[in-house]
């Protein structure tokens, strides 16, 4: 009698282990952008990028780590989409290469001999974003006014830090930062160990590449659905301008890591992810092979 009742509690044991943490079954589930209006996030992005770039028979390495905390506020949106009103409370940079090294950090007050101390200008100024259920970002409003509101003595100070702010917080940027975190649902349903795929076109500075997304759903704990994401990144050849000069530049590379969904809202809670390019820059007959990893660990909680 003993013995079959240690074997009854064995298997309700079990049982309830694998309701906690779903491995399997044909259960699917609808990941989706599915924020309530009225509630408020607290996101942070953590981004590490070492690259380094020969030219000449000399060898570069730059490492750029940035940090953002910012607050998202959900409002209404038209039908299912949802408007994101966004404001920037923490930024903390670095910039380290031979010719080089520059720090800040909103939080200790910045350094004022820092060209990175403009960035402070973009702190506790909303703009907005407008997201699709399924991640895709349909319009950004408010960068503008952002840009605008940097002094207003007409000065040439003043205009290069207009330029400065701009370069990093536009349009292109912000759905390049945001997409990877955002534009990850399916168009349908998924059960464990369904796949399905993004391609999204992004910026590495001034280059635009392309990264063809795999993503797989591959285990439910509670009420958090965990993604493997796979990636191929490619630039296709693609030329720019700097300087006056057309700047050829061949970069192809990948990514892995992983994504943690909170099922009930889409809300992005973990993400781990690491690309690694290589390729080749090439002007003036000149090429410049060059080489860089990116690190980045996406959180976000409620408020």
């Known amino acids: 009698m003993k013995k079959s009742l240690l074997l009854i509690a ?4 079990t049982a309830a282990s694998f309701q906690s943490c779903k491995t399997g079954g044909s259960d699917a589930v609808n990941l989706k952008m599915n924020l309530q209006p009225g509630s408020k996030y607290a ?3 953590d981004m590490k990028t070492n690259m380094e770039q020969s030219a000449m028979g000399q060898t570069m390495k730059t490492e750029n780590n940035v940090l953002m905390e910012s607050t ?3 409002a209404t949106g038209e039908g299912s989409d949802k408007k994101l009103i966004i404001s920037y409370d923490r930024i903390a940079m670095s910039l380290k290469n031979p010719m080089m090294n520059m720090e800040y950090d909103s939080k200790e007050g910045g350094k004022k001999d820092s060209m990175l101390n403009a960035m402070s200008l973009i702190l506790n100024k909303p703009f907005t974003i407008t997201i699709s259920e399924k991640g895709e970002i349909k319009k950004i409003e408010g960068i503008d006014n ?12 003043d205009e290069m830090l207009r330029r400065q702010v701009a ?15 955002l534009d990850i649902y399916p168009d349908k349903a998924v059960k464990i160990g369904d796949t399905w795929t993004k391609t999204m076109p992004i910026t590495m500075g001034p280059v635009p590449i392309k990264m063809d997304n795999t993503y797989k759903l591959i285990s439910i704990t509670g009420d958090t659905a965990h993604l493997n994401i796979n990636s191929k990144i490619s ?3 693609t030329s720019i301008q700097q300087g006056g000069q057309e700047i050829k530049v061949d970069l192809n590379g990948d990514a892995k890591g992983t994504i943690d969904v909170e099922v009930a809202t ?16 090439s002007a003036m007959a000149m090429k410049m092979p060059m080489s860089v ?3 980045t660990h996406v959180t976000g909680k409620k408020k």
């Open 146 to 157: 952002i840009i605008n509101s940097i002094g207003n003595t007409g000065t040439q100070e």
């Open 72 to 74: 998202y506020e959900v």
């Open 167 to 181: 370069s990093t917080l536009n349009d292109s940027v912000i759905r390049s930062m945001m997409r990877q975190s």
């Open 235 to 237: 630039s296709n050849g």
């Open 43 to 45: 996101y942070v992005m």
């Open 266 to 281: 889409g809300l992005v809670i973990d993400s781990k992810i690491k690309q690694s390019i290589k390729g080749e820059m």
């Open 293 to 295: 990893t990116i690190d």
């Open 10 to 13: 064995a298997g309700l044991i």
